[in-house]
């Protein structure tokens, strides 16, 4: 007997394959990536070989789009040339711009999707199919928002594109149907809450409004915020103002603000308010001010100790600006713990405040362990395949990690130059370049060149081409075969010499050709 999850995923192909019959387009949406994709795939072999010959380029490009190809990548690929593809955050976003520019222009008829499409995304869907309208959360299945409902919903039919579409939630028994109907056909809306109630975006918005000097007194910002729709939500001003009390008093015990507050004022009375340098220049960067003072105190015991690529890596992933972290899952707790015992001495923050393993702090200082090692593997050369194997990470995934680690890193250096540690600064733009290339330190000299990534400055480097230098000295024959022609010839142009020139030779056969140096 088939489970209702299969049902569901029956009645989602049956829909959408009923779509291309009426040449139409379809999304569908599923709660997981495992979901979607498996979606996709089951969709895809009941489909006869596409005639469209923009597919094969497509699925030549999808499979091509990471320097590995990877099983999600073979999968999809596989999807495309049906006229199918998966869409998620687990992909590398080269692939989600391919699909979503492919779905647009026709070529791609139907994409499986989890809810992240549902937002900003303006796509020819006449009809929306939602298979799954629960979620797992920690109180197990729920059903999704309303809101969330009504964006999948809104994917279809799109003014530009349709008259009108069509959303299908699917039920595989009446009792889900009455639910569905009274829940999200006739249910209202969850109440909207400003974000500025969270207290990372709070303080961030302070400590803004301050730098840009947009208030300069204690008055000027709580009238400020006494007109944001957070306060309108809020309505109880006075405590209101005592959470803004709270954030200036801790942006001022970080000495990134400074008053003119005197001891024993009262309640009403005004004073001003301004941003110190290292306040300032916090804001700049747009980063929690959070972050910012758990990256100095960081950097002040790194610049008393020889901290390792470790350090910097588990330092960055234990910010609320790198979540979620890779989860440790019961299978790789020896491995995690046995790796926080090699590198305990190296970590760059007070692990003494990680007292208990059974609270949330610790699970998640465990999970910055975890993704310190992604990144250290990735310094290290390791591609997407190793790193999906090993960690359970999509390139998706990857792309927006390095990405947000990159920023850290570029964060941490512009601290280190503001506070005077001068020892770190080098070490932290290295670090950045490594993992913008994913390359060794070794192979930095080579990455500077202008279209060599870390696979061809492997293989120079392995070749004993170490630097400019070696570059310079190298004969051109051997760099052709090493890189190509057109890459040989490249590189070196760059450091000042010119093979453009080919001559051939009398005596010899047509298209043997003399590799002599026109400089």
């Not at 999850?5 to 387009?25: P, Y």
């Not at 974000?195 to 840009?212: D, F, G, N």
């Not at 340098?277 to 910012?292: H, N, Q, S, W």
């Amino acid at each position: 007997m088939a489970s209702a999850s299969e049902n569901n995923t029956e009645a989602a192909i049956t829909l959408a394959l009923e779509t291309i019959n009426i040449q139409k387009q379809a999304i569908v949406f599923a709660n997981t990536r495992l979901s979607a994709e498996k979606t996709a795939e089951e969709m895809a072999k009941k489909i006869k070989q596409s005639d469209q010959e923009n597919l094969a380029e497509l699925e030549y490009e999808v499979l091509h789009a990471l320097s590995t190809s990877t099983k999600q990548c073979k999968r999809l690929a596989f999807c495309i040339k049906k006229g199918i593809a998966f869409h998620h955050a687990g992909l590398a976003p080269a692939q989600r711009s391919l699909i979503e520019d492919s779905f647009r222009k026709g070529d791609i008829k139907v994409i499986c999707c989890t809810p992240t499409l549902a937002y900003g995304l303006d796509l020819p869907a006449f009809r929306v199919v939602i298979r799954d309208l629960k979620r797992f959360t920690y109180r197990g299945m729920q059903y999704i928002p309303v809101l969330e409902y009504l964006q999948m919903s809104g994917r279809a039919g799109r003014p530009k594109y349709d008259n009108y579409g069509e959303s299908i939630a699917i039920a595989n028994t009446e009792k889900i149907r009455d639910e569905i109907r009274k829940t999200y056909i006739k249910g209202k809306p969850e109440t909207i809450y400003s974000k500025l109630a969270a207290e990372p975006v709070l303080r961030t918005y302070i400590l803004s409004l301050i730098a840009s000097e947009f208030v300069g007194t204690k008055d000027q910002l709580f009238n400020f915020f006494s007109k944001t729709f957070w306060a309108h939500h809020y309505q109880d001003m006075w405590q209101l103002q005592k959470i803004i009390d709270k954030m200036m008093d801790l942006l001022e015990e970080w000495e990134f603000i400074k008053t003119d507050k005197k001891d024993f004022m009262s309640a009403d009375e005004d004073y001003k308010i301004n941003t110190t340098k290292l306040g300032k220049r916090v804001a700049e960067l747009y980063i929690d001010p959070l972050t910012a003072n758990f990256f100095i105190t960081c950097l002040r015991n790194a610049s008393s100790k020889k901290p390792e690529d470790f350090s910097y890596f588990q330092m960055i992933s234990n910010t609320l600006e790198l979540r979620p972290l890779l989860r440790v899952k019961r299978k790789d707790v020896d491995f995690v713990e046995s790796v926080l015992l090699r590198h305990e001495d190296a970590l760059l923050e007070d692990t003494d405040v990680y007292e208990s393993e059974y609270n949330d702090e610790y699970s998640t200082f465990m999970a910055s362990i975890k993704t310190a090692l992604f990144f250290k593997d990735w310094v290290n050369e390791k591609d997407e395949e190793f790193l999906l194997e090993k960690f359970d990470i999509k390139p998706g995934e990857i792309a927006s990690k390095l990405e947000r680690g990159n920023w850290l890193l570029y964060t941490a250096t512009e601290l280190s130059k503001l506070l005077g540690f001068k020892g770190l600064i080098t070490d932290l733009i290295n670090l950045r370049l490594r993992l913008k290339y994913g390359a060794k330190g070794e192979l930095l000299p080579l990455l500077k060149f202008k279209n060599i990534g870390r696979v061809r400055a492997r293989k120079l480097f392995n070749n004993t081409i170490k630097d400019v230098s070696g570059v310079k000295k190298a004969d051109f024959m051997k760099l052709s075969q090493l890189l190509g022609n057109n890459t040989a010839v490249n590189i070196k142009k760059q450091v000042g010499q010119d093979f453009t020139k080919l001559k051939v030779k009398k005596g010899r056969r047509k298209g043997q050709m003399s590799l002599k140096k026109y400089s």
